[in-house]
C-alpha cells in the first residue's frame, strides 16, 4: 500500500478527509505518518484517535527555515512517505524539502488559484466582488501557492456571506478535493511533468480539472 504523510498545523479537517477517505476505501493508501508544526495542533487528537503514528516538529525549535525543513525531511525519509500532503500546514517551505519531494508534494489552498495567493482568500473574494471561490489542489514548486493546479472545486457566493460562511462550504469540498487528487496520483493518473501538471498523459489547464460542486468528486 502507499505511503501518505500529511503535514498539519491546525484543526486537521483535511487530515480527517483523508483518515475517512481511506477507511472507505476511496483513496487506496496508509497515512504512515503526521507531523504537526505546532503541539497544540487538534489534527494530532484525530491522528492520535484513528492510530496513526503522529510528531510535533516544532518550527521554533529551529534557528533556520532550512534546518526546520532539514527536520522535516528527516522524518519524512524515516516513514518512507510515497506522498507528502499538506493539509492546511501553515509554514513556508525551502527547497531543503521541495526539492527532494519535487512532483511528491500536494498542497490545497482555499482559494481559486491562480487568484488570491497568500492569506484571507475568502475575504478577498468578497472584497472583489467575485461570484465564485473555491479552492485547489496543486503541486507544490518553490513558487508560494504557485505550483501547477490538480484539481479546483467552485462554490458559488452567495448573498450575505461572510468570509466564514463562505470558508464553511469551502472546506466541505476541500475535502472531497484532496483525497481524490491524492489517489489520481497514486494511480499514476496525476504527475508533475516539468513545470506542468498532467492527467492521463494530458497537461492540465491552469484553473486544474474542475470538480462539480453538487456532486462531490471521487
Ligand atoms: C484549509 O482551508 C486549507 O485550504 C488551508 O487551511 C485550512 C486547513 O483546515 N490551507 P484544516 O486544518 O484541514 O481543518
Same mark, same amino acid.
Given at each position: 500500500? !502507499?505511503? =501518505?504523510?500529511? $503535514?498539519?498545523?491546525? #484543526?486537521? &479537517?483535511? *487530515?480527517?478527509?483523508?483518515?475517512?477517505?481511506?477507511?472507505?476505501?476511496?483513496?487506496?493508501?496508509?497515512?504512515?505518518?503526521?507531523?504537526?508544526?505546532?503541539?497544540?495542533?487538534?489534527?494530532?487528537?484525530?491522528?492520535?484517535?484513528?492510530?496513526?503514528?503522529?510528531?510535533?516538529?516544532?518550527?521554533?525549535?529551529?534557528?533556520?527555515?532550512?534546518?526546520?525543513?532539514?527536520?522535516?525531511?528527516?522524518?519524512?525519509?524515516?516513514?518512507?512517505?510515497?506522498?507528502?500532503?499538506?493539509?492546511?500546514?501553515?509554514?513556508?517551505?525551502?527547497?531543503?524539502?521541495?526539492? !527532494?519531494? =519535487?512532483?511528491? $508534494?500536494?498542497?490545497? #489552498?482555499? &482559494?481559486? *488559484?491562480?487568484?488570491?495567493?497568500?492569506?484571507?482568500?475568502?475575504?478577498?473574494?468578497?472584497?472583489?466582488?467575485?461570484?465564485?471561490?473555491?479552492?485547489?489542489?496543486?503541486?507544490?514548486?518553490?513558487?508560494?501557492?504557485?505550483?501547477?493546479?490538480?484539481?479546483?472545486?467552485?462554490?458559488?457566493?452567495?448573498?450575505?456571506?461572510?468570509?466564514?460562511?463562505?470558508?464553511?462550504?469551502?472546506?466541505?469540498?476541500?475535502?472531497?478535493?484532496?483525497?481524490?487528487?491524492?489517489?489520481?496520483?497514486?494511480?499514476?493518473?496525476?504527475?508533475?511533468?516539468?513545470?506542468?501538471?498532467?492527467?492521463?498523459?494530458?497537461?492540465?489547464?491552469?484553473?486544474?480539472?474542475?470538480?462539480?460542486?453538487?456532486?462531490?468528486?471521487?
Amino acid at each position: 500500500m !502507499p505511503r =501518505l504523510a500529511i $503535514l498539519i498545523s491546525g #484543526h486537521g &479537517s483535511n *487530515l480527517q478527509a483523508f483518515i475517512d477517505a481511506c477507511a472507505s476505501g476511496k483513496l487506496l493508501a496508509n497515512i504512515s505518518l503526521v507531523i504537526s508544526n505546532k503541539p497544540d495542533a487538534a489534527g494530532l487528537q484525530r491522528a492520535a484517535r484513528s492510530g496513526i503514528p503522529h510528531i510535533c516538529i516544532n518550527h521554533k525549535d529551529y534557528a533556520s527555515r532550512e534546518q526546520f525543513d532539514a527536520a522535516l525531511v528527516n522524518a519524512l525519509q524515516a516513514h518512507d512517505a510515497d506522498l507528502v500532503i499538506l493539509a492546511g500546514f501553515m509554514r513556508i517551505l525551502t527547497p531543503v524539502l521541495i526539492e !527532494p519531494y =519535487l512532483g511528491r $508534494l500536494m498542497n490545497i #489552498h482555499p &482559494s481559486l *488559484l491562480p487568484k488570491y495567493p497568500g492569506l484571507r482568500t475568502h475575504q478577498r473574494a468578497l472584497d472583489a466582488g467575485d461570484k465564485e471561490a473555491g479552492a485547489t489542489v496543486h503541486f507544490v514548486t518553490a513558487e508560494l501557492d504557485g505550483g501547477p493546479p490538480i484539481v479546483q472545486a467552485r462554490v458559488p457566493v452567495a448573498q450575505g456571506d461572510t468570509a466564514k460562511s463562505l470558508a464553511e462550504r469551502v472546506t466541505m469540498q476541500e475535502h472531497a478535493i484532496f483525497p481524490l487528487a491524492a489517489q489520481w496520483f497514486l494511480e499514476g493518473r496525476v504527475a508533475l511533468r516539468g513545470t506542468k501538471a498532467t492527467l492521463d498523459g494530458a497537461v492540465i489547464p491552469a484553473t486544474g480539472i474542475v470538480a462539480e460542486t453538487d456532486c462531490p468528486a471521487g
